[in-house]
């Protein structure tokens, strides 16, 4: 794999992605890479790659506030017994792994 001039690796771009804008919206990104000092295809990308981040972060990140958040901590510090559904599906469990 081809390396960098400090050593490090470098991944292969093989994928491609294409949009049809318009172009009111093409000249906007021009402009917005122009002033970062970088081609439009770096900038989308960069800009694409934040939104991709932010975007799974939100769904992934759980925001509790207030009563939600004490309701919650109280549920996983001191959980209640299982009822007899949750016993019998880990006794189906264990029979079904062998354990």
Sequence with gaps: MPRTREGQRR???EQRL???VTPELKRLIERAADLRGTTITEF???SAQEAAT???KDFEVLHLQDEAREVFVNAVLNPSAPNEAA???AERYKK???L
């Design 54 to 56: 932010s975007t799974i």
């Design 18 to 20: 294409e949009a049809r």
């Design 44 to 46: 989308v990308v960069a």
């Design 11 to 13: 991944t292969r771009k």
């Design 96 to 98: 079904q792994m062998g």
């Design 87 to 89: 016993r019998a599906a």
